[in-house]
């Protein structure tokens, strides 16, 4: 029965011919617009909304948009899985069709390799301190966007050279690794097996490697590549799912009941290796992996499965620009811009202003995403 669980599996290899890739799947953009909503507008204007009410409801509103100190989960623990996982359900659409077109597997590295470093280059950007333009305030790896970057190097390796089935056994193995790694290998003068935000191994090893070029947080990126790459491969198994012949109610079915399995088997793993976004251990991935599946269940009904695509195009606006919403949300002060308009309200609306400059802000870059949508200028990598 598992040998033919796992040959079931390995129909769904993208450089298997006779496969068609099925038509854009608009779910899987609007939930990379809900997702990306919540950086680029939704947590400032919910939080200015915090310090005018300072209720329960808002209180609770405004800690959700934060991240815990260490281990635990809060709603915004899954805004940056949630981005690894989404570019790992797009990859079997994104690489199917072009070996469709070109069968080598060699003329896909080129694309892979630019995209790698487009992404290293903007992270680096954003949140790497690129444009002071001075070297000693680089921060080399730092940034969801590098993250996306390794998850999508590590999936890209095991999706082309490996059938379906050594795929899923590769997934585990790179998060039985990372364990095996935080447990067994000693940090000077701590110890192995030891999970705070300064004795662990991982955020030793960045130290260790990147030297001045590290953050200066308690995150974690070298080590946590392995775990980048086992979230983007969860997304890959889902994008599988999404290319199968299966009705769509049978889809998210599927995508529920292991969406549930996962956060069950994090939760268990919480108990030996903490489930700590900071560091992406192995428990995290399988928790915070299993909100996506269920995540990607639920806009799979409600727009490709009821057809709700027109009251979820707010959110599909902003996901087919992903990569440029993000980027401008961080190198450009949209607030700043809406003051243009609005700042002459601030003598007038007291607490109310951080309200009306955050949606002011917002609703500029919204404008800009609403007229790229309209116009159909979408910017990938």
């Known amino acids: ?24 799947v608009n779910s899987v953009d609007a939930l990379r617009g809900f997702d990306l909503f919540w ?16 209720s329960p409801t808002t209180n609770f509103i405004s800690t959700q948009l934060n ?13 940056m899985p ?40 903007l992270g680096i950007a954003v949140q790497g301190n690129l444009f002071d333009y001075d070297w000693s305030k680089i921060k080399f790896y730092s940034n969801t966007l590098q993250a996306i970057a390794s998850g999508y190097l590590i999936s890209a390796i095991l999706v082309l050279y490996l059938k379906v089935s050594w795929q899923a056994i590769g997934t585990l193995l790179l998060m039985l690794v990372y364990w095996a790694i935080l447990a067994l290998a000693p940090v000077p003068g701590v110890g192995a097996g030891v999970i ?26 070298i080590v ?29 079915i599927w995508l ?40 990607l269940a639920l806009f799979l009904w409600l727009v490709d499965g009821l057809n709700f695509k027109k009251g979820f195009l707010f959110f599909t606006i902003i996901g087919m620009n992903a990569i440029f919403a993000y980027c401008a949300s961080h190198l450009f002060n949209f607030g700043q811009v809406a003051d243009v308009v609005v700042g002459g309200l601030k003598q007038y609306t007291g607490d ?20 790229m949508y309209k116009y159909k200028i979408f910017i990938k990598i």
């Open 82 to 121: 949630l981005f690894l996982f989404i570019v790992g359900v797009s990859l079997p659409f994104s690489f199917r069709r072009r070996l469709e077109k070109s069968p080598s597997k060699a003329a896909l590295w080129p694309h892979i390799i630019k995209r790698v470093l487009l992404l290293w280059i």
């Open 256 to 295: 529920v009941i292991a969406g549930i399995a996962l956060i069950i088997l994090g939760s268990i793993w919480h108990i030996w290796l903490p489930s700590v976004k900071h560091i992406w251990t192995s428990s995290f991935v399988l928790f915070s992996g299993g909100i996506c599946l269920l995540s």
């Open 1 to 24: 029965m598992l040998k033919q669980f796992f040959s079931q599996l390995d129909r769904f290899r993208v450089s298997r011919p006779g496969l068609t890739v099925s038509s854009r």
């Open 196 to 221: 705070t935000p300064d004795g662990n191994f991982a955020i030793y090893f960045d130290k260790l490697i990147l030297g001045s070029f590290q953050d200066g947080t308690t995150y974690s990126w």
């Open 352 to 371: 109310w202003y951080r309200f009306i400059r955050a949606l002011g802000g917002f609703g500029v870059l919204y404008l800009i995403l609403w007229q």
């Open 224 to 252: 946590s590549s392995l775990n980048f790459g086992a979230t983007t491969m969860l997304g890959v198994f889902a994008g599988y799912l999404l290319q199968s012949e299966l009705k769509i109610n049978k889809k998210v």
């Open 39 to 54: 950086i680029i507008g939704a947590e400032a204007v919910l939080k200015s909304l915090n310090r005018i009410f300072d």
């Open 67 to 79: 991240h815990v100190e260490w281990t635990g989960f809060r709603f915004y623990e899954l805004i």
